[in-house]
């Protein structure tokens, strides 16, 4: 999709479903999800005894997050100009969220169902998000869906 152009710049927005589709396409992942509605029917989530690895996704409503690096504390996701980021990019944990910095802590906050704070570029609160999942990009292999 393509935004108004300002001072005569051309914006694009790309999004993170999309991004995640097109990733997938190019290594071979049987991942068929054109938007988030769907991969949060189709893919499973995360489990209580489980780990988070690199490649699982994050989801909440609209929006996708790819994990990146678990080490490093790093997550890949497509953002739109009103959060100031306008880009994909990869960035560390607290450069996105507020009192999150850790995929520990992600992980705790997703059992416990605490919601997410979301930063823009500025660090200053841009969305809360009430719930959000974390799937496991492993489960693509399954191809069964939930209604």
Same mark, same amino acid.
């Given at each position: 999709?393509? !935004?108004?152009?300002?001072?005569?710049?051309? $914006?694009?927005?790309?999004?993170?479903?999309? =991004?995640?589709?097109?990733?997938? /396409?190019?290594?071979?992942?049987?991942?068929?999800?054109?938007?988030?509605?769907?991969?949060? +029917?189709?893919? #499973?989530? =995360? %489990?209580i005894d489980e780990k988070l690895e690199d490649g699982?996704?994050? &989801?909440f409503g609209g929006h996708v997050m790819v994990v990146?690096?678990?080490?490093?504390?790093?997550?890949?996701?497509?953002?739109?100009?009103?959060?100031?980021?306008?880009?994909? %990019? !990869?960035?560390?944990?607290?450069?996105?969220?507020?009192?999150?910095?850790?995929?520990? /802590? =992600?992980?705790?906050?997703?059992? $416990? %169902?605490?919601?997410? %704070?979301?930063?823009?570029?500025?660090?200053? =609160? +841009?969305f809360v998000a009430k719930t959000f999942a974390l799937?496991?990009? $492993?489960?693509? &292999?399954? /191809?069964?869906? #939930?209604?």
């Amino acid at each position: 999709m393509v !935004e108004k152009p300002e001072k005569g710049k051309r $914006k694009v927005r790309t999004v993170g479903s999309g =991004l995640v589709d097109r990733a997938a /396409q190019i290594f071979s992942i049987p991942y068929y999800y054109k938007n988030s509605e769907t991969l949060s +029917r189709c893919m #499973r989530p =995360l %489990h209580i005894d489980e780990k988070l690895e690199d490649g699982d996704l994050l &989801w909440f409503g609209g929006h996708v997050m790819v994990v990146t690096d678990i080490k490093n504390n790093r997550m890949l996701e497509a953002r739109g100009y009103a959060s100031g980021f306008g880009m994909v %990019h !990869e960035a560390p944990l607290c450069k996105l969220f507020i009192n999150c910095t850790t995929y520990e /802590q =992600l992980v705790e906050r997703y059992h $416990k %169902h605490a919601p997410l %704070h979301l930063t823009d570029s500025n660090g200053s =609160l +841009r969305f809360v998000a009430k719930t959000f999942a974390l799937f496991k990009l $492993k489960s693509v &292999w399954d /191809q069964e869906c #939930r209604s």
